[in-house]
Nanobody, 119 residues
Framework: QVQLVESGGGLVQPGGSLRLSCAASGSGFSIYTMGWYRQAPGKQRELVATITSSGSTNYADFVKGRFTISRDNAKNAVYLQMNSLKPEDTAVYYC?????????????WGQGTQVTVSS
């Protein structure tokens, strides 16, 4: 199993950029689908982006063209490059590692990192 630690959050102005990092420890990183989720105050956690072990990506509609997810298996890390940030992007961002075993989804979560977009 892996353990995840996010970093890179902070305060940025609308239109600015930020890169989030997720460092994994433990075993099996390269076989996990990795993802970024976010949760704003009073809202449910929502998918931002995912990337499979082979590099296939998918994005929520609200970040397409603005955010890019990537991974470096040699470094056991996944990243989220966020450009053209909007106030509505303000949330706690969580790293996720997921795998399916005999039809069961197994998930590991990081502790989250705060992203605040404000003037």
């Amino acid at each position: 199993q892996v353990q995840l630690v996010e970093s890179g959050g902070g305060l940025v102005q609308p239109g600015g950029s930020l890169r989030l990092s997720c460092a994994a420890s433990g075993s099996g990183f390269s076989i996990y689908t990795m993802g970024w989720y976010r949760q704003a105050p009073g809202k449910q956690r929502e998918l931002v982006a995912t990337i499979t072990s082979s590099g296939s990506t998918n994005y929520a509609d609200f970040v397409k063209g603005r955010f890019t997810i990537s991974r470096d298996n040699a470094k056991n890390a996944v990243y989220l490059q966020m450009n053209s940030l909007k106030p509505e992007d303000t949330a706690v961002y969580y790293c996720n590692a997921a795998r399916r075993l005999f039809g069961k989804d197994l998930n590991t979560w990081g502790q989250g990192t705060q992203v605040t977009v404000s003037s």
